[in-house]
């Protein structure tokens, strides 16, 4: 019989008793011991965390090999070590039963082939995952002291070194940061002219490259940690089995030091930079103050690179003004072309479309949905009932997989209680246990409700149809929409080379292509 076994390796180096070597040694000398066992591979993880399977690279090939039906068994220690995720746990061992493979674990005697190991392996899997989420608070609370205590976590950036908890200036990128912030509030010079002039100096990024972007001068010129103040857990991971990080939007509490570290500019610029940021932002210039003020905003899209169009504003021969949209990438970095350090950089959509003519396109594809109206009516009714019979398919399917689950859940909670009078576990497990198994029923239980709910909704095909039709005759009556109304209708503006550019409405299958020379419209489906 083809044995694999499978370990996670600790970081440390001097953790002798768990290193690679160890293990390698301790499965070697276990499975020849075994008659009629035969070594396949031994898969290996670093890391000192298994509350998900996600990002163990070994553990994901040796279930690959598994589905190959490459060996027979799967040796490990103990279920903590194999996943502390109760949902991994059980799903993979369920497959692997599946194919006929079963895993052993050494220190609970156990094999996933016999028929009583589920319940076991569900119980001491709970327990394993719940040690790991007190592990997760304690160092997530330690953490959190030691950022109080003025401990740095995270990397270097541009000016300052990180290590060993603590900041130091880098001479070489403190001139970089302080050349920034001058051009920006003393010479009155944007972002991405800024970028552009560093780009051509061949300025260094912290990474090496030469390749900056305005998002980035804007982002050094907003971080606090410039004037000396120390700003953390800017990111945090909410949940302790996916590890994912997300940006803290005020579920946690900020942690803020000032006059933590030396400063690379002095307080009094930074905070002029952040009036001036502030500044700019309400005449339009970062996205976010304009969002509401142009109709065009964020809309158009550069076909090429992918790039937002930005808004610039121009002046005529006879000093007006006017606004104009032209690609990001373009604007930044001119048209494509390779750089001196070899990097690939611009973008060839570089024409731009005035505010006006944006508007006037748009203007165009809603005036002739005069002449249309009939066939969008039937087309925009068509995908909305084929939308709805599909939730509602799929609802019926996930309610009844639901009930399933739930049914699973209800007989291991009986399950727990067997185990109990059988002397298997613990009253304090059967009591953890029974919490679990409660509060997964409950859960369950509003999620079938939920999805019956959505499964009973219905609609009347001709009901269906005069309510689009009101909607479709609103949005084209209006002969002196301003603006604003013909930007909420607008879903976006895609720009192809060659000045051509199609324009997609809202909820609606068709798009209107136009050339910006002639102006005329071509209508697709």
């Given at each position: 019989?083809?044995?694999?076994?499978?370990?996670?390796?600790?970081?440390?180096?001097?953790?002798?008793?768990?290193?690679?070597?160890?293990?390698?040694?301790?499965?070697?000398?276990?499975?020849?011991?075994?008659?009629?066992?035969?070594?396949?591979?031994?898969?290996?993880?670093?890391?000192?965390?298994?509350?998900?399977?996600?990002?163990?690279?070994?553990?994901?090939?040796?279930?690959?090999?598994?589905?190959?039906?490459?060996?027979?068994?799967?040796?490990?220690?103990?279920?903590?070590?194999?996943?502390?995720?109760?949902?991994?746990?059980?799903?993979?061992?369920?497959?692997?039963?599946?194919?006929?493979?079963?895993?052993?674990?050494?220190?609970?005697?156990?094999?996933?082939?016999?028929?009583?190991?589920?319940?076991?392996?569900?119980?001491?899997?709970?327990?394993?995952?719940?040690?790991?989420?007190?592990?997760?608070?304690?160092?997530?609370?330690?953490?959190?002291?030691?950022?109080?205590?003025?401990?740095?976590?995270?990397?270097?950036?541009?000016?300052?070194?990180?290590?060993?908890?603590?900041?130091?200036?880098?001479?070489?990128?403190?001139?970089?940061?302080?050349?920034?912030?001058?051009?920006?509030?003393?010479?009155?010079?944007?972002?991405?002219?800024?970028?552009?002039?560093?780009?051509?100096?061949?300025?260094?990024?912290?990474?090496?490259?030469?390749?900056?972007?305005?998002?980035?001068?804007?982002?050094?010129?907003?971080?606090?940690?410039?004037?000396?103040?120390?700003?953390?857990?800017?990111?945090?991971?909410?949940?302790?089995?996916?590890?994912?990080?997300?940006?803290?939007?005020?579920?946690?509490?900020?942690?803020?030091?000032?006059?933590?570290?030396?400063?690379?500019?002095?307080?009094?610029?930074?905070?002029?930079?952040?009036?001036?940021?502030?500044?700019?932002?309400?005449?339009?210039?970062?996205?976010?103050?304009?969002?509401?003020?142009?109709?065009?905003?964020?809309?158009?899209?550069?076909?090429?690179?992918?790039?937002?169009?930005?808004?610039?504003?121009?002046?005529?021969?006879?000093?007006?003004?006017?606004?104009?949209?032209?690609?990001?990438?373009?604007?930044?970095?001119?048209?494509?072309?390779?750089?001196?350090?070899?990097?690939?950089?611009?973008?060839?959509?570089?024409?731009?479309?005035?505010?006006?003519?944006?508007?006037?396109?748009?203007?165009?594809?809603?005036?002739?949905?005069?002449?249309?109206?009939?066939?969008?009516?039937?087309?925009?009714?068509?995908?909305?009932?084929?939308?709805?019979?599909?939730?509602?398919?799929?609802?019926?399917?996930?309610?009844?997989?639901?009930?399933?689950?739930?049914?699973?859940?209800?007989?291991?909670?009986?399950?727990?209680?067997?185990a109990f009078f059988a002397k298997n576990i613990s009253k304090d497990d059967m009591k953890l246990m029974n919490a679990e198994y409660d509060h997964r029923i409950t859960e369950f239980t509003e999620k079938i409700a939920a999805a019956e709910k959505r499964e009973s909704l219905s609609y009347e095909t001709a009901t269906l149809e005069k309510d689009i039709r009101a909607k479709?005759?609103?949005?084209?009556?209006?002969?002196?929409?301003?603006?604003?109304?013909?930007?909420?209708?607008?879903?976006?503006i895609t720009a192809h080379p060659n000045r051509r550019m199609e324009v997609h409405l809202k909820l609606l299958p068709a798009k209107w292509t136009y050339v910006l020379e002639s102006l005329t419209a071509s209508k697709d489906k």
């Amino acid at each position: 019989m083809k044995v694999a076994a499978y370990c996670r390796v600790s970081t440390d180096k001097e953790d002798q008793a768990n290193s690679f070597e160890s293990q390698q040694r301790y499965f070697r000398e276990y499975i020849d011991r075994q008659p009629d066992w035969k070594l396949y591979e031994i898969y290996a993880d670093e890391g000192t965390t298994g509350t998900s399977t996600k990002k163990r690279a070994a553990f994901n090939r040796m279930i690959s090999d598994a589905r190959l039906h490459r060996f027979d068994l799967i040796v490990t220690k103990e279920i903590s070590r194999f996943a502390r995720n109760t949902l991994d746990s059980l799903t993979y061992i369920r497959e692997l039963k599946r194919m006929g493979i079963g895993v052993f674990f050494l220190n609970d005697n156990m094999n996933t082939l016999k028929e009583d190991s589920e319940m076991l392996l569900a119980i001491k899997s709970t327990m394993a995952q719940e040690e790991s989420r007190s592990t997760s608070a304690r160092v997530k609370w330690g953490q959190t002291r030691r950022m109080e205590q003025g401990v740095v976590f995270g990397r270097s950036l541009l000016g300052y070194d990180v290590q060993g908890g603590k900041m130091t200036v880098n001479p070489q990128g403190a001139e970089i940061v302080r050349l920034i912030f001058h051009k920006y509030v003393h010479e009155r010079k944007g972002t991405t002219v800024i970028a552009r002039e560093l780009r051509e100096a061949g300025y260094k990024t912290l990474t090496g490259s030469t390749s900056w972007r305005n998002t980035v001068i804007l982002k050094i010129l907003r971080n606090e940690k410039y004037c000396g103040d120390l700003k953390q857990k800017k990111t945090i991971t909410p949940d302790y089995l996916t590890h994912q990080k997300k940006y803290n939007r005020g579920e946690e509490k900020f942690v803020f030091l000032k006059d933590h570290h030396e400063p690379i500019i002095d307080r009094e610029l930074w905070e002029e930079a952040q009036r001036e940021i502030a500044r700019r932002d309400i005449d339009g210039k970062y996205g976010t103050g304009h969002g509401n003020r142009y109709p065009l905003s964020g809309k158009i899209k550069c076909s090429e690179c992918g790039q937002s169009f930005v808004s610039r504003s121009r002046r005529r021969k006879d000093g007006s003004r006017y606004k104009a949209w032209r690609c990001g990438t373009a604007t930044a970095e001119g048209k494509h072309h390779i750089d001196p350090a070899g990097n690939e950089v611009g973008c060839d959509v570089s024409y731009q479309l005035r505010d006006e003519v944006g508007m006037e396109m748009v203007r165009q594809s809603v005036e002739m949905l005069k002449l249309d109206t009939d066939a969008i009516v039937r087309d925009i009714t068509r995908m909305v009932l084929e939308a709805i019979q599909s939730s509602q398919d799929s609802n019926q399917l996930h309610a009844e997989r639901l009930k399933k689950e739930l049914e699973q859940i209800e007989a291991k909670k009986k399950g727990v209680l067997d185990a109990f009078f059988a002397k298997n576990i613990s009253k304090d497990d059967m009591k953890l246990m029974n919490a679990e198994y409660d509060h997964r029923i409950t859960e369950f239980t509003e999620k079938i409700a939920a999805a019956e709910k959505r499964e009973s909704l219905s609609y009347e095909t001709a009901t269906l149809e005069k309510d689009i039709r009101a909607k479709v005759t609103g949005i084209v009556s209006g002969e002196t929409a301003s603006g604003n109304f013909y930007g909420s209708l607008l879903e976006r503006i895609t720009a192809h080379p060659n000045r051509r550019m199609e324009v997609h409405l809202k909820l609606l299958p068709a798009k209107w292509t136009y050339v910006l020379e002639s102006l005329t419209a071509s209508k697709d489906k």
